[in-house]
Structure formats: C-alpha cells, structure tokens
C-alpha cells in the first residue's frame, strides 16, 4: 500500500534537537481551515519580553501553548486505526477482503516536549549518545503485499499512475454495477473522518508551522543567545567547542549505528552543562512566548482547528465503538 494512504503522524514533537540523529517528526494539514501562520515566510519576527523563566532540568512534563492545536499521538492512532476500519468495511461492499497495513513501528517520545530542547538526562546520555534509547535506528518495514488491479482500483480510486491514489482526482469509476467513492475507499474513509486534506489525516498546517516557527525563532531570542554563550563556554570546559546545542547535536561523527565514547562523553557534557545554566528553563520559556504571541495573532483560525480536531476525534471514537 502506498504510505501516502496512511494517516499522517502528529507534529507534537515535531522539532526535535536531535534532528541530525532522529527523523524529525511534522505533519501538515488535513484541515479546511488550515492556512498559513499571519507572518508571512521570512518575516522577521518581532522577540517577545519573557518575565517568566522556570527552573527546569527537562522539560518533558512541559506542555506548549500549541499543543491543544495539534494531534496527540492517541488521537493520531484512534483516526488511523478508524480510517483502517472504515477502508475495511468500504472494500467489503465491493465484494473484496482486504485487511489494511498496520502501521510502522516509529520512535516516539514519551510527551511532545522530551527530547524538544536535545538531551537533558546525564545519565542517559551517557549510555546513548546524542539518540535517545530506540530512536537512533530506524524500524524495520515489511514490505506492502502487491495488491490486484481490481483492488487497487477500488481501494484508491484510480490504476492510472498519472493520478494521486485516494485523491479527488481518483475515483468515480464502476465496479460491478457499484459506484467506486472519490479517492476510492481511502478516499471515502477520509471523508467520513473529515481528513481530506493534502497531508490526509495529519497535524494542521498552521498550528504545525507556529510550532517549527517558534523553534527556530526561539534560538535567536537575546535570552537563549546568552544562555547558550554560557552552555558553550561550560562544554569548553569538558574540551567540547561547540557555539549551541544543536551544533552538538548534528556533529557529523555522531551519524553511527551505536554512540562511540566521544559521542556519549559529549552527549553527557551537553545534558550537564543545560543542568548547570538552566538552558532548559530560558529555551522552553522563550518557545512559549513566540507560540502565544503566534496564537493570539491567529486566534480565529486556530479555534476553528482545535474544533476540527475534537469533532475528528469523535467521529473516529464512534466508528471504532462500532
């Protein structure tokens, strides 16, 4: 099956740290009110004043402003395993038995927020490196079975590979006497789901970009620049020259299958020189004010999506009742 039928994961944890180590999670919309962020892409953005500044070693039971704006990973899996049943029943009509992918196993942080600002446990780091236990190797995929012209046609809507399979462009062909669904019986299940939309099933393109958006812009703010002079001035000390965490991070000698020892002795002076400066507290602080500043600029559009996304999330509730 193609993977494009499969729902799109959450972008939650969308930006991790250790992007140079883990595939960075990020999904775009399937809303209809998705749209992009008010600031256009470029744009400087304005630093907002942060008067708040917590003391963390982690921020892992942290939540972003953006979070109730995005798929959490449950309701990512009740709309995939919804869509999965609604596919299911839809082929069943036609008169073919067919059984849906289950999905692939993937790293998963245990909240969005865990691995956001890189490593943070000296410990761990120690013994994994800059990737966090189970997310340095890629899980293995089984190969999709081949699937019949028959099927396919009537589970995407279309054999022609010109044509998106399960897009409004497919589908609306005759199959025994019964009308195929547009996008075929992908594309019917998205429908019933409300996860029409380019990405089909993901995280809403606005909600998602403000959380990358606030990310990057984060580490230009004046707070996090100063702290991270002092993180790197403290790695200077453990023999690490590095001018911020990421650059850490995505070192180039850390692309191994396992965590040398300077990978682990590095991993473990970044997670103790954040302890030490309070990186953690002043980063995840300042990531908030450029999301709430985000939200209340797009507070109409966005309540339209956290909408969209409960209403989703009962639908799929309702077929998976039965």
Not at 256 to 274: H, Q
Request: overall charge positive.
């Amino acid at each position: 099956m193609n993977p494009s039928l499969v729902p799109g994961r959450p972008k939650a944890a969308v930006v991790l740290a250790t992007a140079a180590v883990l595939m960075a999670g990020g999904c775009s919309s399937s809303s209809p009110s998705s749209s992009g962020p008010s600031r256009p892409k470029g744009a400087a953005v304005v630093m907002p004043e942060v008067s708040s500044v917590p003391r963390l070693i982690t921020a892992a039971d942290r939540t972003l402003p953006i979070a109730p704006y995005l798929l959490s990973d449950e309701q990512s899996d009740e709309l995939t395993a919804a869509q999965a049943k609604l596919t299911e029943r839809c082929m069943a009509r036609f008169g073919l038995r067919y059984t849906s992918p289950a999905p692939a196993p993937v790293f998963r942080p245990r909240t969005p927020t865990q691995f956001r600002y890189g490593v943070t446990d000296p410990e761990a780091a120690a013994v994994d490196g800059f990737a966090p236990a189970g997310g340095r190797t890629a899980p293995a995929t089984a190969q999709p079975a081949a699937l019949s012209a028959e099927t396919t046609l009537v589970l995407t809507g279309t054999n022609d590979p010109h044509v998106k399979p399960g897009s409004a462009a497919a589908g609306r062909r005759v199959h025994k006497g019964r009308k195929i669904p547009v996008g075929g019986c992908v594309g019917e299940a998205r429908a019933r789901l409300r996860s029409e939309g380019p990405e089909a099933g993901g995280d809403a393109e606005l909600p998602n970009d403000i959380n990358i958006d606030s990310f990057e812009s984060s580490r230009k703010h004046p707070l996090v620049r100063a702290v991270f002079a002092k993180w790197s001035q403290c790695m200077e000390g453990h023999g690490f020259s590095y001018p911020d965490p990421l650059a850490a991070t995505s070192d180039s000698a850390w692309r191994t299958r396992t965590a040398s020892a300077k990978e682990r002795a590095a991993a473990r002076a970044d997670a103790d020189c954040k302890m030490r400066n309070n990186v953690v507290g002043v980063w995840y602080a300042v990531d908030a004010a450029l999301q709430r500043q985000a939200i209340e600029k797009n507070s109409v559009a966005l309540a339209k999506i956290k909408k969209a996304i409960g209403a989703r999330v009962e639908l799929a509730a309702a077929v998976l009742a039965g």
